[in-house]
């Protein structure tokens, strides 16, 4: 069974630019995360959809981070337009039912 | 809120025994998660503890203590490979989002 992708491992952009993350989760599950760690700071909470549904965003910085999960699959999370405190590795997780959460690698985003 | 606390390094020699611990604040308990990262990897599950007590799992031990707000994470025979961040983890109600503690990194030496 595949785990849970993302896509790209590395991004490097300038500030300004638009940057546009996708995580593919574990299939079949409903739950899925957006998690964020922040050079030398703890991994936090983004935000949790239920299939297609944002069941709580509170963890968005601001609104400049769009997250989106069409169909209820895979999700995409866009920065627009990247600040230079938005460098950091962006994990998505997705869970099934009331167990853990799998998480994948992460993106490593830089914003210059 | 939620608030955890564990050690930031730790030290220790292959073949030996170490124990990390973590100690948490909570609004509502639903559990605690310890998870491994290898640098550049993704986090990936060890141990669930929702009940007092020590689970056994292989090499790897987690015990918690709700009333003391207490867990550890118990590593014997260490493995060079086992040199990684260790994370402490909670849940909350509900949408089941996790608070992480900071990681404790663990370097085990030959």
């Known amino acids: 069974e595949a785990g849970v992708t993302q896509f790209p491992s590395h991004s490097v952009i300038e500030k300004g630019q638009t940057v546009t993350l996708r995580c593919d989760p574990i299939?079949?599950?409903?739950?899925l995360y957006w998690y964020r760690r922040v050079m030398g700071k703890e991994i936090k909470f983004l935000l949790h959809?239920?299939?297609?549904?944002?069941?709580?965003e509170s963890g968005m910085p601001n609104n400049r981070f769009l997250a989106e999960r069409t169909g209820g699959t895979y999700s995409t999370l866009k920065v627009q337009p990247a600040e230079l405190e938005d460098s950091g590795v962006y994990f998505c997780?997705?869970?099934?039912?009331?167990?853990?959460?799998?998480f994948g690698p992460g993106t490593r985003l830089t914003v210059l | 809120g939620q608030n955890i606390d564990q050690p930031t390094e730790m030290t220790a020699t292959e073949g030996a025994i170490v124990q990390i611990n973590c100690t948490y604040q909570?609004?509502?308990?639903?559990?605690l998660f310890w998870y491994q990262q290898h640098a550049g990897e993704a986090p990936t599950f060890l141990s669930y503890?929702?009940?007092?007590g020590l689970e056994e799992k292989g090499r790897f031990s987690s015990f918690l203590s709700r009333s003391k707000g207490y867990s550890y994470l118990l590593l014997k025979e260490l493995q060079m490979k086992d040199s990684a961040s260790y994370l402490c983890?909670?849940?909350?109600?509900?949408?089941?989002?996790?608070?992480f503690g900071s990681g404790t990194r663990l370097q085990v030496q030959p």
């Open positions: 997780a997705s869970r099934a039912g009331y167990n853990e959460q799998f």
């Open positions: 299939s079949g599950h409903d739950n």
């Open positions: 959809f239920v299939k297609e549904s944002k069941q709580d």
């Open positions: 909570t609004s509502g308990f639903n559990g």
């Open positions: 503890n929702v009940l007092d």
């Open positions: 983890a909670v849940p909350d109600t509900g949408r089941r989002a996790l608070t």
